[in-house]
Every structure is written in C-alpha cells, then in structure tokens.
C-alpha cells in the first residue's frame, strides 16, 4: 500500500472500505482520505476517524464520489460480497479504481463475521457479476509466504498433552514428538519467510491472500 499509494494523484478522493483503525490513512495524506465501516467492535474499542458508521451495502454519499476505494481484508467479512462489490462501484467516479485484497486460506478470525474465502475465479466472477473491470490480479505473497504461515501456526496449534492425540503411548509419543518439533516449526517458519521476501514463488502451491486493481468503466 505504501509503495502505491505514492501513484494516486494528490487531492484525489480515497473511500477506505472497512478501514478498522485505518492503518492506511498516513499512506494518503496528499488526497482527501475517507473511512467507512461497520463498527462492530466492543465499546472499549472504538474505531479511530471513521466518517462513515454503516453496512458497506450502504454507504451514505452521493454516487461517483471517489477517485480510488480500498478495500482490504474485509471481503471475507460481509455475508453479501456482491451487493458491497456493486455499492462500490456505485460510490467510484467513472474511471476511478478500486484496490482489494482478500484471503483464499487463512484461519477462520474476527468471529463470528467470518463468511466467505475466495478463489481468483469467484474473484473474477464477483466483479463481472458487480460490473466492474478487471485489471490485475496477483497473489499477495507466494507459496512460500504461506508454507510459513502454514509452519507458524502449526506450532501454536498443534496439542502437546497425550489425550489430545488419543492417549496411551501413542498419544504420549505423539505428543513429545509435537513438543520437539517446535523450535523447528518456527525455524523453518522463518526460512520460508525470508525466502518469500526474497523470491516470490508462484508457480505452484496457493497464496494466501490475493489481491487485485479494478476499474469502473469509464462513461461513454
């Protein structure tokens, strides 16, 4: 986000769809940036600078408002992906961009607003079906990014009590050989980590989180 945020014109009007805490905003400082979301946390924890307290399916601005919408990580959280996909084309200037991510494998978070994973074809076809254009789309990170998420939390997940793995001296065995492996979960977690960054594979295996440029057909 950082390294594109630096290609969108300064004044242009950004709607962060689902923007949380807004991590994004100090990328956008140059543009008149606007957040929009639900809000379902607890009261202890409010959502900072949200202009917008909605359902995605309706947001409250005037139609062609934004030069750029964000969407990031949030797909997978609304029960009707398609009517938000089509309120966001309604809220794009004729033109104007929208730039989503979303996971294909992940563990399940956020519960229990927690609906869908996607693949590049449900992606192509949600915003065929939603009449956006379809620009790019590419794996987020490569299949070694997620061999290490995959390793990481293998050792987070995996028991180490004999009754998690049926008891007796199987589960015994099961169980110590789950708690030797750990140090090397993580040592190859963070292999295949730094190999990501260094190389991002994807000629086989899956990603774990795609991510893809859409545009709003200009007016003709």
């Given at each position: 986000m950082r390294e594109f945020s630096g290609t969108v014109p300064s004044g242009a009007m950004v709607l962060d769809a689902g923007a949380g805490d807004s991590?994004?905003?100090k990328y956008f400082a140059h543009t008149t940036y606007e957040a929009a979301d639900i809000c379902l946390r607890t009261e202890s924890h409010q959502y900072a600078h949200v202009n917008y307290v909605c359902d995605l399916t309706a947001i409250?601005?005037?139609d062609s408002r934004y030069d750029l919408v964000l969407c990031t990580q949030v797909l997978e959280h609304v029960s009707k992906p398609?009517?938000?996909?089509?309120?966001?084309?309604?809220v794009l200037k004729p033109g104007g961009r929208l730039w989503l991510s979303t996971p294909l494998f992940f563990e399940e978070h956020e519960a229990p607003h927690d609906y869908f994973r996607y693949t590049q074809f449900g992606?192509?076809?949600?915003?065929?079906?939603?009449?956006?254009?379809?620009i790019e789309l590419d794996w987020v990170s490569g299949y070694f990014g997620t061999l290490a998420h995959q390793l990481n939390m293998a050792r987070h997940a995996l028991p180490w009590r004999a009754r998690d793995y049926g008891g007796g001296i199987t589960g015994a065995l099961a169980a110590t050989f789950s708690f030797l492996l750990w140090p090397f979960w993580l040592a190859l977690a963070l292999i295949f980590a730094h190999l990501d960054l260094r190389h991002r594979y994807t000629g086989d295996g899956?990603?774990?989180?795609y991510r893809l440029i859409a545009c709003k057909p200009a007016a003709h």
């Amino acid at each position: 986000m950082r390294e594109f945020s630096g290609t969108v014109p300064s004044g242009a009007m950004v709607l962060d769809a689902g923007a949380g805490d807004s991590p994004y905003r100090k990328y956008f400082a140059h543009t008149t940036y606007e957040a929009a979301d639900i809000c379902l946390r607890t009261e202890s924890h409010q959502y900072a600078h949200v202009n917008y307290v909605c359902d995605l399916t309706a947001i409250p601005v005037p139609d062609s408002r934004y030069d750029l919408v964000l969407c990031t990580q949030v797909l997978e959280h609304v029960s009707k992906p398609l009517e938000v996909l089509r309120e966001l084309r309604r809220v794009l200037k004729p033109g104007g961009r929208l730039w989503l991510s979303t996971p294909l494998f992940f563990e399940e978070h956020e519960a229990p607003h927690d609906y869908f994973r996607y693949t590049q074809f449900g992606l192509r076809h949600l915003l065929e079906q939603a009449g956006l254009e379809l620009i790019e789309l590419d794996w987020v990170s490569g299949y070694f990014g997620t061999l290490a998420h995959q390793l990481n939390m293998a050792r987070h997940a995996l028991p180490w009590r004999a009754r998690d793995y049926g008891g007796g001296i199987t589960g015994a065995l099961a169980a110590t050989f789950s708690f030797l492996l750990w140090p090397f979960w993580l040592a190859l977690a963070l292999i295949f980590a730094h190999l990501d960054l260094r190389h991002r594979y994807t000629g086989d295996g899956h990603c774990m989180d795609y991510r893809l440029i859409a545009c709003k057909p200009a007016a003709h």
